[in-house]
């Protein structure tokens, strides 16, 4: 059964930093695309960082370009997001998702096959 978990989530200041884990069972890590996502309230589901299988590609919306970081350790089966700089505005709920072999559509989550339950980040201001 694959198993998507996130964790590190939590509360922070504004201009705080907050680093997010994922790890992933049941699959094959090295032939998983992996991304972040959030749900914030009254918005629509979007993307803030996608990585491919062996890291040759990222991509982030600006909203968070500069802000987050994502990465992946292979060898761990793990995905990070590293958020600096968190605003208000970045409440919500932060999950991680994947897919074999290159993921889905970064931009609004659709088309990725297993997803983790989500974890809350709160930034106050």
């Known amino acids: 059964q694959v198993q998507v978990a996130e964790s590190g989530g939590g509360l922070v200041e504004a201009g705080g930093s907050l680093s997010l884990s994922c790890t992933v069972s049941g699959l094959n890590f090295n032939d998983v695309a992996m991304g972040w996502f959030r749900q914030i309230p009254e918005k629509e589901r979007e993307g803030v960082g996608c990585?491919?299988?062996?890291?040759?590609?990222?991509w982030y919306p600006d909203s968070v370009k500069a802000r987050f970081t994502i990465s992946r350790d292979n060898a761990k089966n793990t995905v990070s997001l590293q958020m600096n700089n968190l605003k208000p505005e970045d409440t919500g709920i932060y999950y991680c998702?994947?897919?074999?072999?290159?993921?889905?559509?970064?931009?609004?989550?659709?088309?990725?096959?297993?997803w983790g339950q989500g974890t809350q980040v709160t930034v106050s201001s």
């Open positions: 998702a994947g897919d074999v072999r290159y993921g889905g559509n970064c931009r609004d989550g659709a088309g990725w096959g297993y």
């Open positions: 990585i491919t299988w062996n890291s040759g590609n990222t």
